[in-house]
């Protein structure tokens, strides 16, 4: 896009970046960005930098399209859900070297502290007399086993085809 262009938002528009329309109307191939996941709730997926969603295809029963996100999953939206076409701009934002802890402080985020040196009613790796190691299981500050499966929103599991860590659908009922 440039300086001056003209930007839609409509059922059905011309194929150009920066429009935005219905996804079960944008052909199968097209990088979009700024997917929503429920018709009218806003865009969740493919907002940040460089970000880009590929529309896979829509499904047989016409309600939902398939899309590949940039993790690599493949999920189901509402075939009435938004998207917008192209890719997000600013796609070298990762390759930024802040350079030093105050560029960091200045975008908001504080120091992280390691758990070891802190007291064990604090983390579950602090305490211990000098440089202890931390020994068990590995955990995290609130004493979850690390590397465990988190995702507990099991009502959304339907909507993923393949998740971004396999190579079939994990949650498929038996």
């Known amino acids: 896009m440039k300086v001056g262009d003209t930007v839609i938002a409509d059922e059905k528009t011309d194929m150009l970046p920066g ?10 191939g097209t990088e979009v960005n700024s997917v929503e996941n429920r018709p009218g709730n806003g865009a969740v997926f493919g907002r940040s930098a460089g970000q880009v969603i590929v529309v896979q295809g829509i499904d047989p029963t016409g309600k ?3 899309i590949k ?4 999953e493949i999920r189901l939206v509402s075939a009435n859900a938004i998207a917008t076409i192209g890719q997000v701009s600013n796609e070298d934002n990762l390759h930024v070297k ?4 105050g560029r960091r402080r200045n975008l908001g985020w504080r120091p992280e502290v390691r758990g070891m040196a802190m007291h064990p009613a ?3 790796h602090g305490g211990g007399e000098g440089k202890g190691v ?3 299981p590995a955990k995290d500050k609130w004493g979850n086993l690390v590397g465990t499966r988190t995702r507990k929103n099991r009502r959304t599991e339907k909507f993923i085809i393949k998740t971004r860590r396999t190579k079939t659908r994990p949650f498929a009922k038996k």
């Open 98 to 101: 802040l350079g030093k802890a």
């Open 19 to 28: 429009n935005a329309m219905l996804i079960k109307n944008i052909p199968s």
């Open 69 to 72: 996100m940039p993790s690599g």
């Open 64 to 66: 939902y399209v398939q």
């Open 134 to 136: 931390i020994g068990g």
């Open 122 to 124: 604090e983390h579950p």
